[in-house]
């Protein structure tokens, strides 16, 4: 008999099974009527069991108040589900006090609806398909309640169904939140997952910000995807733990603006957890006062956990009300970690921030259980103080270090003064960056590394985005031999005594990196770079070596016609600054010399991303802890190493819809020292010590070949198959692919594995020797994804980050000023077969002419282009743009002669299969547009021919619609108009779901690009 596919139901049964595992109760929803505890299809909650609960735990309630107690836990206050949210979690984490009359007198009984303390003493159940009854009725898949409250909604998507995803079950219950709202009144978090890939996250919130969980212990990380839910369940769910992540782990952030609840990701869950055990042994009586260190990556919350931490250590029994004393190294990081604090009053309680010496010698003096912000420099002695007094010899102090490394080594100055003023309390540094790259020791002050969170898996678990590099050297106006000599004696110095000739040498180069035509033309490729590349929310940063650069940069970049608003933020230095710089600019409401408030205003206008502000300039300062989700684009024109170079990179691998990655552009050549803190920080156990070998990577590497190599038959030759005929070629591709697609999966685990390996090692020569092999393995991995026909959201989480990359810089290409060589060359025009491949192999040794050549070929190309476009269009821009980028580049020695024949081959090839594409589907210029858009996003549903008919159709229906500005926010009902034509063709073509909602955006977006400036572009 043949056995019928797996189905949804039986992810869904196996889930539940998983959770009676941990112990958990398991009833239909149909037998919650059968039994009586459920009356009506609107009830959410179970109030029976939550009763039963009040009235086991607390004897001493009567019986008949026991109602209106558990209605206290059942009705939360509040206009919004948020706000119901929150009132309700702060009721089940803190409890209330609940009067009642006793003997004639009211008195007051503290109620939890939960036992914190006993997992046991509480009700688990779980239970499926429950039909609620809202606005509309839904079913969600699974429920976990906990005495009776429904703390957990989890919606299932069949494994074995390809078009299931993770994106519809999240979708799923961003619905819920509307049609059945009741529920999320008590919701703590949510779980998606179709078992390839499962998330938990806040229903309120976009799925970028729903997490994987992947451990179960907090020691060994699972990167695998299969049976992912087990992870999760296993991980998370156990009846300890589960009430740990409710009661801890979650908080409500209010800045004053709106409310934004978070959890912890698994890292900061178990890194705190850990810190926390820690902490206790530490501060015991026979503990050694060395807590260790928390190295989790910037960019993953570890400002978060650090909250966590403080909140958990403040109310911990075994602490007896202890003393929190946060220290940073610098101003800036002291008021942002505060201000986060403050924003999480609600779960860690009241904070105190030392505005001097003075006051922080008050409050460490004063009462325990207090949580004090502080700067390492408030620290220091007086005048009159030989030593620093001490201020508390209590053990129940615990000092946290933020960036453990930088400043806590000396016993002497400001790091030796604290140890003095706390002489038995205990240290625990928290860090984004290994301890590796300061070649310091942090064992002798913290102890041991408790936990560790490195970029590389920060990035794989979308904890953070991933960061791209972009070279894009501007010439200095100085030999090249002695600009690497000044560049590498600049960023190699370290030590205080080197300090005069350090400055005397960065001061030499800031003078060329300075010069007026070298910041024009900084300015002009920055707007260029930045309009170019950037969506409409992202925001960037430039770095800049000195104050005097960033202001002159900044009068550069206002004469740019098409620069986007822009900031310099930098310190103020009274006896040596310009009156000019305070001076309120032209176009700004601020000087270059901003006040505190000033600052903190062009802080939030950089984080929003509906404000006009698009750009800052700074030196040092926001170069590390400052936080803006936006902040996609780096441009870094000031030599960086080491632990400041990774700081800085940081600031733009926060996850924000829609942001694919962070982009690093590099003016001044800082691509060796990147590689090298790149390769130490994602190695680096953070105990000084790489922890990887390169040997044992290429190895590794050399293994993961082999394994791939094994797929490839016998009787096909592979060696220098890029050499070969395009038609040998095309065949031994296909060769392949056929021997591998009938079972796919082991040849793309072990292609995705080798693509790993190679990320580690790919700068290694004799890796670099196997890239061609790479390259033909990628093909045929694409080839066969086509032929598994996965949905186009399935293909981008599987993009490996180079060929993100690749499709970044596809995307950016640059637009210059022409010059126009071929008209002063007076080339008349040649037949274009002159491109093929012949003309480029017979030609390509003839140095004598290269430079007339490439006129040549441009001018060809060109001519080209204003016959298969019509003039300024986007098509005819674009490829004229990147055709001029491409001359460009070779004149500035980015690129070799070569390399110009393939990027104009790439050019032509662009443009004959436009002209090939409109004849074969009879499409019209624009028309072809919107197939090229639909094509790259991987929508294969429909075949060519329906799909051309509806292009056309489409856009004859929004012309119609069409209007001067219509893509401006003033127009928004014009743009409503043109958005509905086009559902109203796809509604008339019965087209529905999914390819309904993909189809509308990527019409829409296409339009926006094409028909911006109707009715010119007509």
């Not at 802890?625 to 190493?641: F, N, Q, R, S």
């Not at 509806?950 to 409503?976: G, S």
Request: charged content about 30%.
């Amino acid at each position: 008999m043949t056995r019928l596919k797996l189905g949804e139901s039986d992810f869904e049964e196996t889930t539940i099974e998983r959770l009676e595992r941990l112990g958990y109760e398991y009833l239909h929803a149909q037998e919650l009527f059968q039994r009586g505890e459920r009356a009506s299809l609107k009830d959410v909650t179970l109030p029976g069991r939550l009763q039963a609960f009040l009235r086991e735990t607390y004897p001493d309630l009567p019986e008949e108040e026991i109602p209106a107690a558990a209605n206290q836990f059942l009705n939360p206050q509040g206009l919004t589900s948020m706000q119901r949210n929150e009132h309700f979690h702060t009721m089940m984490t803190k409890g209330i006090d609940f009067p009642f009359e006793k003997d004639g007198e009211t008195v007051y009984q503290h109620l939890f609806p939960i036992n914190w303390e006993d997992p046991e003493a509480n009700d688990f159940l779980v239970v499926n398909q429950l039909s609620i009854e809202g606005k509309v009725t839904r079913i969600p898949d699974v429920i976990v309640y906990i005495n009776g409250l429904p703390l957990v909604v989890m919606e299932l998507k069949n494994p074995n169904d390809e078009q299931a995803t993770v994106q519809q079950a999240f979708i799923q219950i961003r619905n819920y939140t509307v049609d059945i709202y009741q529920l999320f009144n008590f919701n703590a978090f949510s779980v998606i997952s179709d078992n390839t890939e499962t998330r938990h996250g806040m229903p309120f919130h976009s799925l970028d910000y729903f997490s994987e969980w992947k451990t179960t212990d907090g020691r060994t990380v699972d990167n695998n995807k299969a049976n992912s839910m087990r992870t999760m369940i296993e991980g998370l769910f156990p009846k300890k733990r589960f009430l740990a992540y409710i009661r801890n782990f979650i908080l409500f952030m209010d800045d004053g603006d709106h409310v934004t609840k978070i959890g912890a990701k698994y890292h900061q869950f178990f890194g705190v957890q850990f810190s926390v055990d820690e902490t206790v042994r530490a501060t015991r009586p026979d503990g050694d006062r060395k807590i260790g260190t928390i190295w989790h990556t910037q960019g993953s919350g570890k400002s978060i956990s650090m909250l966590f931490f403080a909140a958990i250590l403040i109310k911990h029994p075994e602490m007896q009300n202890p003393t929190i004393v946060i220290q940073v190294d610098r101003n800036d990081l002291d008021q942002q970690l505060f201000e986060t604090f403050v924003a999480g009053q609600s779960h860690v309680g009241h904070v105190h921030h030392a505005k001097n010496a003075d006051q922080l010698r008050e409050m460490l003096r004063g009462e325990a259980g207090q949580i004090i912000f502080s700067t390492i420099e408030k620290f220091r002695t007086k005048e009159e103080e030989g030593i620093h007094p001490v201020l508390s010899e209590r053990r129940n102090i615990v000092v946290i270090a933020d960036e453990a490394h930088r400043t806590q080594y000396s016993d002497t100055g400001f790091a030796g003064h604290l140890q003095t003023a706390l002489p038995n309390a205990s240290h625990i540094g928290f860090t984004g960056t290994p301890i590796a790259l300061t070649d310091r020791n942090t064992k002798e002050v913290f102890g041991n590394v408790i936990h560790s969170y490195d970029m590389a898996q920060a990035v794989q678990d979308q904890a953070t985005v991933p960061i791209y590099y972009e070279p894009r050297l501007i010439p200095l106006d100085v030999a090249e031999e002695a600009l690497d000599e000044e560049y590498e004696e600049v960023v190699e110095f370290t030590g205080d005594e080197e300090l005069d000739q350090h400055k005397r040498k960065w001061a030499a180069l800031e003078k060329v990196v300075g010069t007026k035509q070298r910041l024009r033309r900084l300015a002009a490729d920055i707007v260029d770079h930045f309009t170019a590349t950037a969506d409409p929310f992202s925001k960037a940063m430039i770095v800049c070596m000195s104050r005097e650069i960033a202001v002159r940069l900044y009068d550069e970049l206002k004469e740019e016609p098409d620069c986007p608003p822009v900031e310099v933020i930098m310190t103020g230095k009274i006896s040596e600054d310009p009156i000019e710089w305070r001076d309120v600019q032209s176009g700004s409401k601020y000087a270059h010399i901003k006040t505190k408030e000033e600052q903190e205003e062009v802080k939030a206008k950089l984080r929003d991303p509906e404000e006009p502000l698009k750009m800052v300039i700074v030196v040092d300062m926001w170069l590390t802890g400052m936080d803006a989700k936006p902040l996609t684009y780096l441009y870094v024109d000031k030599p960086m190493k080491g632990h400041n170079l990774m700081q800085a990179i940081a600031r733009v691998n926060r996850v924000f819809p829609g942001k694919e990655g962070g982009v690093i552009v590099d003016y001044i050549r800082i691509a060796e020292h990147l590689q090298a803190a790149t390769k130490q920080y994602t190695n680096s156990g953070g105990e000084g010590q790489p922890t990887f070998d390169i040997d044992k990577a290429v190895q590794l590497f050399e293994e993961q070949l082999t394994k791939v190599r094994a797929f490839i038959p016998n009787y096909l030759d592979i060696t220098h198959w890029r050499y070969k005929p395009k038609m040998d070629r095309e065949d031994l591709i296909a060769a392949i692919v056929n021997e591998v697609h009938e079972e796919p999966e082991p040849f793309l685990e072990a292609e995705k594995k080798l693509e790993k390996a190679q990320q580690l090692v790919k700068n290694i020569p004799e890796v670099r020797e196997n890239l061609d092999e790479m390259v033909l393995y990628q093909m045929v991995r694409s080839q066969i994804k086509k032929l598994m026909t996965r949905g186009s959201e399935e293909r981008e989480r599987n993009e490996t980050m180079d060929e993100r990359m690749n499709r970044l810089v596809d995307d950016n290409v640059l637009a210059k000023e022409t010059v126009d060589l071929y008209q002063i060359a007076g080339i008349d025009k040649p037949d274009i077969n002159i491109l093929d491949e012949d003309f480029i192999e017979n030609k390509k040794d003839d140095n004598q002419h290269e430079d007339l050549r490439m006129k040549l070929l441009k001018k060809l190309l060109q001519d080209e282009i204003r016959q298969q476009y019509k003039p300024n269009s986007p098509q005819e821009r674009s490829f004229r743009e990147m055709l001029q980028k491409t001359v460009d580049q070779y004149h500035q020695g980015l690129i070799q002669s070569a390399d110009v024949m393939k990027m104009m081959m790439e050019v032509r090839n662009g443009v004959h299969h436009d002209a090939h594409m409109k004849e074969e589907l009879g499409l019209s210029e624009e028309e072809i547009e919107f197939f090229k858009a639909l094509e790259a996003r991987g929508e294969h549903v429909f075949d060519n021919e329906f799909l051309a008919d509806l292009i056309q159709n489409v856009v004859r229906a929004m012309k119609k619609e069409f209007q001067v500005d219509w893509t401006k926010t003033h127009r928004q009902d014009v743009y409503l108009k043109v958005k509905n034509a086009v559902k109203m063709v796809l509604r008339k073509e019965q087209i529905k779901g999914e390819q309904f909602k993909f189809l509308t955006n990527t019409f829409i977006k296409q339009a926006e690009e094409q028909f911006r400036d109707w009715p010119k572009d007509a």
